[in-house]
């Protein structure tokens, strides 16, 4: 482990607030861990064993991915994968046989994939992309962080060691998700989420090697659903509580859209909530008992903010900025377990600003009722946003083939 900030564990450790933001109950669920009783009945599949979805991984990708790192296979899968880039490419000559038929199968769309809804959520994603920019990308890094197991695999994993490279990489999908054609022939989430998918395989064999990896195979489909429970049920539950308004068909597209990249991912769809009432009830199952600070995620959240400063508006005021539009997104529990620093200033700045500047795009209140602050905010996220899209065009998901170094 390299330098960790003993002091900002002991910060994190701290003071435990409400979970507001993802609706928890109460810090001790926490650490208890609870049966699984979350009902298959309410998955897009509507029915399944109902099996403890920690003891279930990826059973197609994962003995394939090993075995192509073992043959030493990756480096030119890399190399033929880099421009496999479009939902309706064909694959790449070349890949090994395997390999192939696996890609074949995984980049098809589930059979209960809806067109109708994929485009409206396309739109939606559209007219709502500076909220579900920021809640996914500053809110969701800042939750993932909080998550002791995904902390500690991101800390650990070669990407742990170029945080601007591995957000980057990870924004490749959140923009893929959010684009107008995501799912469509000239889109490219399916072949993102594919790639993910072989990611995550290579990421549950290497991690073991790792000698500061403990905990066993890494990235069941219970870790992969908290993380999905982090990006659309959070930014949900957020959007209803700054009231964006949004109908009945928007709100189920939103969902689908998400669905949909869960399966692609590999997430099962036994396992894949149905509809937002499912997704809520699941989310309030797994969330409590995979969150809690580590000296790894405070490490991360501290990287991903200093950089998150620099890239929005260089200057001292970055930082405070940063560190209380983090703490607004996530809430005081999650951020002092991220031993985020309190802002006095800016933290009652955020509180009055963001809400006015949200009912302002949403045509709720006049100008004059916007303080002026509200603009130094909307002008930060529309940095950040721009910098990971010039960012995310510069590299590639690829498959590592390594740990963290040293
Ligand atoms: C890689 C997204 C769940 C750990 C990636 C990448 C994406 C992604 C887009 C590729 C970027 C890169 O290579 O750096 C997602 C999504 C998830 C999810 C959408 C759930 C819905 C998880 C979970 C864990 C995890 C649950 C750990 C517990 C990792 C790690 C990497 C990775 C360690 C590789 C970093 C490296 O290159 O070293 N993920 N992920 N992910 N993910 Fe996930």
Redesign the pocket.
Known sequence: MTELSRRKMLISGGALGAFGALGMASPAQARSMTPWTWAPSGSVAGSGAGVDPRWVWDEEADPLVASLLDRGAVPEVNRLLWDWNRNDQPLPAGLPADLRDFMERARRLPSWADHGKLNTAAEFNKSRGLYLNLLNGVGGGMLSTA?P??AR??YY????ADMED?VA??S??GFAVGALNAYRPDGSCMV?AVK?RL??AA?RHLLQQSPHWSGGV??SQE??L???HT?PTYAMRMMRKWKVPMTKAESTAYLHVWQV??HM?G?RDEYIPATWEAANTQSDQVLPRNMGPTPEGVELTDILLGQLAEQTSPGSVSRPLCNAFARYLVGDEVADWDGIRREPVWDRVIAAAWPALVKFREGLIPLPLVPESAWVIDEAARRYILFYLTKGKETK??I?TTNRPG
């Open positions: 998550i197991k995904e695999a991101v994993s070669k990407g742990g591995r990489k990870t490749i999908l993102e993910t990611v995550h990421v890494p990235i870790d992969m908290v993380t999905w990006l990249t869960a991912l997430i998901i690829e590592p």
